[in-house]
């Protein structure tokens, strides 16, 4: 069974383990090693938490910590799910509620950002009703790899 929940603050290191482990799992495969490497050196998943930590919902799946989602007003900002609960409905729960959320808000879709080369993302976000509506140059995180920005209706949910 999965259950949603309000991050805390004492969550901090649990946000920051749950990005590594799916950025382990996710990115290694598709960036070149030495792109990968810089967003260990920058310490992304650890500048997230410290920042943000308070701000996920956290996906329990029987008790176990196995997923957070920052929902930042109708954009999708961050939804990690650890590598042993991929393909578990983790992700999908998490991407419900914030359309959820998004809809209760008052928005009529839902937006986010990925790697064009995260081909396993995009065919879950596109079986979830995502269209990409641009692909661009991540020059602000990433030079160098192109990042699709995605759309979903919220208005005939």
């Given at each position: 069974?999965i259950?949603l929940?309000?991050?805390?603050?004492?969550?901090?290191?649990l946000?920051?383990?749950?990005?590594?482990?799916?950025?382990?799992?996710?990115?290694a495969?598709?960036?070149?090693?030495?792109?990968?490497?810089?967003?260990?050196?920058?310490?992304?998943?650890?500048?997230?938490?410290?920042?943000?930590?308070?701000?996920?919902?956290?996906?329990?799946?029987?008790?176990?910590?196995?997923?957070?989602?920052?929902?930042?007003?109708?954009?999708?900002?961050?939804?990690?799910?650890?590598?042993?609960?991929?393909?578990?409905?983790?992700?999908?729960?998490?991407?419900?509620?914030?359309?959820?959320?998004?809809?209760?808000?008052?928005?009529?879709?839902?937006?986010?950002?990925?790697?064009?080369?995260?081909?396993?993302?995009?065919?879950?976000?596109?079986?979830?009703?995502?269209?990409?509506?641009?692909?661009?140059?991540?020059?602000?995180?990433?030079?160098?790899?192109?990042?699709?920005?995605?759309?979903?209706s919220?208005?005939?949910?």
């Amino acid at each position: 069974m999965i259950v949603l929940r309000p991050a805390t603050h004492a969550d901090e290191q649990l946000v920051a383990d749950i990005i590594l482990a799916s950025m382990l799992a996710s990115y290694a495969r598709f960036l070149p090693a030495h792109r990968f490497q810089r967003i260990l050196d920058m310490d992304r998943p650890g500048q997230v938490a410290r920042t943000d930590a308070a701000r996920f919902t956290v996906a329990e799946a029987n008790g176990t910590p196995a997923g957070i989602l920052l929902l930042k007003g109708d954009y999708v900002d961050h939804l990690w799910v650890r590598p042993e609960f991929m393909g578990q409905g983790v992700g999908s729960a998490l991407l419900a509620h914030a359309e959820e959320r998004a809809a209760k808000d008052g928005f009529d879709r839902l937006t986010l950002d990925c790697f064009e080369k995260n081909k396993k993302a995009l065919a879950f976000y596109r079986s979830k009703g995502f269209r990409v509506t641009l692909t661009r140059d991540a020059a602000e995180y990433m030079p160098g790899e192109n990042t699709c920005s995605l759309v979903k209706s919220l208005s005939a949910a």
